[in-house]
């Protein structure tokens, strides 16, 4: 008959262990900040500090703080049971997210809390842990926590979590570029707050005021992956899903063109890469981002969606069957979910291409005579040179038949040698960096000066019809008024 035997880990062998689990320095703060959250606070303040021999980071919220018992029970691993039914509002699951979180950052992990006036605080230390190979908590005393850092900044209600011997945050930092180094992190976590906490901190989650975040003092905005206050971005109708009695949102958005993108949408996407690693779903559970940039292998990624997104609101009541993860960075749909999201994919596709398509049409259409036509026949899309503009049409006369059929095969070879290739890794990678225009108003007004001389010769010309020319050459981009300038005074 099999007898029972309680067999618990090794506290040292498992504490260990459980620093690594994959978070990196803003998914273990994003942790934290679920927390202050869910206790309902409105102001979270972390503050990195590496100015002094030990260095430290905290974490301060004003939320409803806890009682001793409550922290002894946060403080415990394994503190809920995620079958367990949660308020709406809970960005929790596991009961381990403070632990797992502090420790993959830092060895030793306080917490200090505070409701109506009553202080209390806990203490883990690895260290300790260790030496004794058991589940050791320190319960600190006023002494202790007076002598803690940032304490003193907790009003009648809140909560501090402390990082002390923040062994990951300086392992690769020596020297003078310590601060560089920890000051580049930093910066990480406030683009990355910034993102997965956007609905928080606009206050638009409904039960949830509006949030303020700090680092180090610097507030951290709001960064809406939708651009949705971009007049250009398309808005689909929203799709609803049941999931027994649960609901998911699928809202679906088409992001503008990058040259409609505010400067701050366009700077924030090149520091992600590009557009392409950014399209999908963004998953959201209670409001909090948890995963984005995944279309969970409906489509592969590319040019055809590289424009699209689909915001995605799931309630905490259905974790198990997206199967969360601890870190919160892992969500994968039900069954029904990806397959309403795979019908979507497909009507956002066709959108999606039509922005960059049109945008392209647009430039064609811009000038009445374009350099560069576009052919869409039985062999595919082509380009090929307009010899019916007017500057080669003009060249074309005032050459001799056998040299006018060698301009026509230069031309021809151009068009052929076009490095499509080149042009999209580029063009995809980096839009903004293709520059073609002239460098200096000198260089403007000698090649203005040349191409009225080949149209018109010592002739009047047309100014009206030499300005459409100016205008379809892409020579004179952003240098049309000195264009206009040079008119006005040459034809006058």
């Excluded at 403080?75 to 009961?95: A, E, I, K, V």
């Excluded at 320190?138 to 850092?149: E, R, V």
């Amino acid at each position: 008959m099999a007898r029972d035997r309680s067999h618990p880990p090794s506290a040292a062998c498992l504490s260990e262990s459980m620093r690594d689990l994959g978070y990196s320095l803003e998914t273990a703060i994003a942790d934290l900040i679920d927390n202050s959250i869910s206790a309902g606070a409105d102001t979270i303040d972390i503050i990195c500090d590496v100015s002094g021999e030990h260095p430290v980071m905290v974490t301060l919220d004003n939320g409803r703080g806890m009682t001793e018992d409550e922290l002894l029970d946060a403080m415990r691993h394994g503190t809920g049971n995620p079958r367990q039914h949660r308020s709406p509002q809970d960005l929790g699951r596991f009961g381990l997210g403070l632990k797992t979180a502090s420790f993959s950052q830092c060895r030793s992990l306080t917490v200090v809390s505070t409701r109506d006036g009553t202080v209390c605080g806990a203490e883990w230390n690895l260290d300790r842990i260790d030496a004794a190979d058991d589940w050791i908590l320190s319960i600190l005393d006023d002494a202790d926590i007076h002598g803690l850092p940032y304490v003193e900044r907790l009003g009648a209600r809140g909560t501090a979590v402390i990082w002390r011997e923040l062994d990951r945050l300086m392992e690769d930092e020596a020297g003078d570029r310590r601060d560089e180094i920890v000051n580049e992190k930093l910066e990480a976590v406030g683009r990355h707050l910034s993102l997965v906490f956007h609905r928080f901190l606009s206050g638009e989650i409904r039960g949830h005021a509006r949030i303020s975040l700090t680092v180090n003092g610097r507030p951290i905005t709001a960064f809406d992956p939708f651009c949705r206050k971009n007049p250009a971005t398309q808005v689909l109708p929203e799709e609803i899903v049941r999931i027994g009695e649960a609901e998911v949102r699928l809202q679906p958005y088409v992001l503008p063109h990058h040259s409609r993108l505010s400067a701050s949408e366009y700077d924030y996407y090149q520091d992600r890469s590009d557009f392409i690693s950014n399209q999908g779903g963004y998953v959201y559970r209670n409001g909090r981002l948890m995963a984005w940039g995944d279309w969970f292998r409906l489509v592969p990624k590319g040019e055809a969606t590289k424009l699209a997104r689909v915001q995605i609101d799931f309630p905490n009541s259905l974790d198990e069957a997206w199967t969360i993860d601890i870190k919160k960075s892992r969500a994968r749909p039900p069954h029904g979910v990806r397959e309403r999201l795979r019908q979507i994919i497909n009507r956002i596709t066709a959108r999606s291409v039509t922005v960059h398509r049109g945008r392209g049409q647009k430039l064609f259409q811009e000038s009445q005579a374009p350099f560069w036509e576009r052919y869409a026949d039985l062999g595919g899309i082509r380009f090929a040179i307009n010899e019916q503009h007017p500057l080669i049409a003009s060249l074309g006369t005032r050459l001799s038949s056998e040299d006018a059929d060698l301009l026509r095969v230069l031309l021809d070879s151009i068009a052929a040698s076009l490095p499509v290739e080149m042009i999209y890794s580029d063009y995809s990678t980096h839009p903004r960096e293709i520059n073609q225009r002239a460098v200096d108003e000198s260089q403007t007004l000698e090649r203005l000066k040349s191409l009225r001389k080949v149209l018109y010769g010592d002739g009047p010309g047309d100014p009206n019809a030499f300005l459409q020319i100016v205008r379809s050459t892409h020579l004179f981009d952003g240098q049309i008024e000195l264009a206009e300038k040079f008119i006005s005074e040459t034809f006058a």
